[in-house]
DNA sequence: TGGATATTTATGGGATAGCATGGGTTTATT
DNA sequence: AATAAACCCATGCTATCCCATAAATATCCA
């Protein structure tokens, strides 16, 4: 991974700085290796989708709904806490979301050559080995053993068709 | 923004000097030894999250709602000073709130190696032998003996689950 | 347009620096 | 002088960096 922004760059530099950083999507799903040490390429056009944010890395955690694990960037964890921060400073509840939300996430850095590693008890918790199946959803994405997220896709898909499900208009649609 | 990962210093420094340092969160949980002295390594990310106070310290006190302690750095000791100043000035509470926090909190430094010294009264206090678990929390941290904090954690699941708890303001803290 | 040349991506492995940890020695403190 | 606190040095371990490769894309130029 190398960002640079300055000398004659090509059009790709420039798709990466101003068209994808404006998009800012997690789109598709792509299976990488994950080597020894527990290192795994983050996809490419995930790593554009990151644009500025690159430096910060991802932010991962276990999801609490399936065996997967979440990830996003930097600035939504940021935004996060200072949400967190507006309740009051010792009630019950900011305490219990901040350690759901933060005591449980872990920051990754990108190497350069645009992989993370993933620690082996977050790889453990979502039953990742070999390879690790990454799963854009947008704003977020998700990280899954290939095998446990071929079966989720297969209910993802029946449950929209049989619910028919559609996505809402406008604002958040639900939290 | 020039983005530079390349040369001598790496992104480490980049990291020290943008990343981390400009917006301070406490991220994850790490579980570290109590030495014979009392002394304990912070986190080395905490110790990143903290680089631009003036004051290479940290504030700690006993917690007055679980067996721990709760950490600041210094801004957020003076936030903590401001919030309080909202209160009647001689209220009880004001009191008592003031009494607790200022009075019994303590301020300990680095040593050369990113250790501090867990005085034997807070230790005693918190329930923390022979090894001490740093709990992220976005802008403040806990310090908890890894026992307690194991219960600790899945009451704060538990609670986020069923009072279904959510980041404030369309945050979708997670889902 | 098509083939040669360069980039980018994903991957692997060796070298190195940083972190957590332990122990000793000097410097305050009273 | 006695005790504790701060400082300095030494150590494994592991995370991080750096280099190398192959395959896939993209770019260039005749």
Redesign the interface.
């Known amino acids: ?3 640079f ?2 000398g004659r760059e090509g059009p790709r530099v420039f798709r990466t700085l101003c068209g994808w950083a404006a998009m800012a999507l997690f789109l598709s799903t792509y299976t990488n290796k994950v080597d020894k040490k527990g290192r795994v390429s983050v996809p490419a056009s995930f790593r554009a989708a990151l644009a ?1 944010q ?3 890395g991802i ?1 991962v ?1 276990c ?3 399936h065996d997967c694990l ?1 990830g996003f960037d ?1 600035a939504k ?5 200072d ?5 009051d ?2 009630s ?2 900011q ?13 990754l ?2 190497d ?1 050559e645009g992989r993370v590693v993933l620690p082996a008890d977050l790889m453990e918790a979502a039953g990742i080995g070999e390879s690790a199946t990454f799963v854009g959803l947008g704003r977020k994405f998700q990280i899954w053993s290939p095998d446990r997220f071929e079966e989720r896709k297969n209910r993802a898909r029946a449950a929209v068709r049989d619910k028919g499900l559609t996505v809402p208009k406008g604002g ?1 649609g639900r ?1």
Chains 1, 2 share one sequence.
């Open positions: 991974m190398v960002v922004c300055r500025e690159l430096v910060q932010v955690f999801s609490h709904q979440e930097w964890m940021d935004e996060i806490g949400r967190l921060d507006h309740y400073l010792f019950d509840d305490d219990d979301l901040a350690t759901t939300v933060f005591g449980e996430s872990v920051q850095f990108f350069g958040e939290s």
